[in-house]
C-alpha cells in the first residue's frame, strides 16, 4: 500500500540528540525516542515503504557554527548577504562521532547529506540556503515517490524546513508528530502553524502500525 510513499528520517544524528548528550540537544530526543523512530520506520518498511534519512554534514568551519563568527556566542542571530542565520555550537561535523545516524544500519536506502558547503546552511533536505539541490526530489522522482511520512529532528528547523519544501515541489506531507522534536516551544508552535497552512498534515505513529 506503500509504493509511491517514502518516509523521510531527518536528521537522525548524536548531535542533536540528548541520549548521546550532543552537541545540540533536541529536549525529548531520548531512547525511547530513538526506538520509536526505528521502530516505526521499520513497521513502514515491512509494509513497502521506502525509507531515506537526511544527514546534517557540515565542514568544521561551517558558517551557521557560533565558532565561525568571533564574538558571537551560541543561539545568537547574524545577517549574512541579506538573509539572516542562526548561530549554532558545532554540530555534526562531517565523519566526526556526533555526525553519526542512530538508525540501525540497512533501514535507510540512501542517505542524504546536506550543509557541506560551508557557505550555506541547509535546513531543508532538499535544498541548501544558496538554492542548490541535493539530490533528493531527483532520487523520489526516479522511484516515482508522491507521498512523503516526515519525522525527525529538529521539527522546529529540519523537519519544518523539508517539509515546507516537499509541499513547493508538489508532494503530499504527512509529518508524524509525536516521533519529532523540537529547539524551543516558541518556534515549534510557529512552525505547527506554518506547516498546518502550507497544507501538511499530521499523524500519529500508532495509526501507521497495522
Ligand atoms: C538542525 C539546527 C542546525 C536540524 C540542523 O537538524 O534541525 N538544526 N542544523
Ligand atoms: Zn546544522
Redesign the pocket.
Known amino acids: 500500500m506503500f509504493s509511491t510513499t517514502a518516509a523521510i528520517i531527518?536528521?537522525l544524528q548524536k548531535d542533536?540528540t540528548t541520549l548521546m548528550n550532543g552537541a545540540?540537544a533536541v529536549p525529548g530526543s531520548d531512547e525511547h525516542f530513538i526506538q520509536q523512530t526505528a521502530e516505526c520506520a521499520a513497521a513502514l518498511k515491512a509494509q513497502g515503504c521506502r525509507i531515506y534519512g537526511t544527514l546534517?554534514w557540515h565542514p568544521a568551519d561551517h558558517i551557521?557554527f557560533c565558532t565561525s563568527h568571533p564574538g558571537k556566542k551560541a543561539f545568537d542571530s547574524i545577517e549574512i548577504d541579506g538573509h539572516t542565520q542562526k548561530l549554532?555550537p558545532p554540530?555534526c561535523v562531517q565523519e566526526s562521532d556526533g555526525a553519526a545516524s542512530l538508525l540501525p544500519p540497512d533501514l535507510c536506502e540512501t542517505f542524504i547529506k546536506k550543509g557541506s558547503n560551508p557557505r550555506f546552511d541547509s535546513?531543508s533536505g532538499f535544498f541548501d540556503d544558496g538554492g542548490v539541490a541535493t539530490g533528493l526530489d531527483d532520487l523520489l522522482k526516479q522511484n516515482h515517490i508522491d507521498a512523503l511520512l516526515i519525522c525527525g529532528?529538529?521539527f522546529d528547523?529540519?523537519v519544518k524546513a523539508t517539509a515546507l519544501d516537499a509541499i513547493r515541489l508538489g508532494y503530499t506531507v504527512i509529518i508524524i508528530k509525536e516521533l519529532t522534536a523540537a529547539v524551543a516551544p516558541d518556534s515549534a508552535e510557529q512552525a505547527q502553524q506554518e506547516l498546518a497552512a502550507a497544507g501538511v498534515c499530521f499523524i500519529s505513529a500508532e495509526s501507521l502500525l497495522f
Request: with cysteine.
Open positions: 531527518v536528521d542533536f545540540l546534517d551557521s549554532w554540530h535546513y529532528l529538529a528547523y529540519c
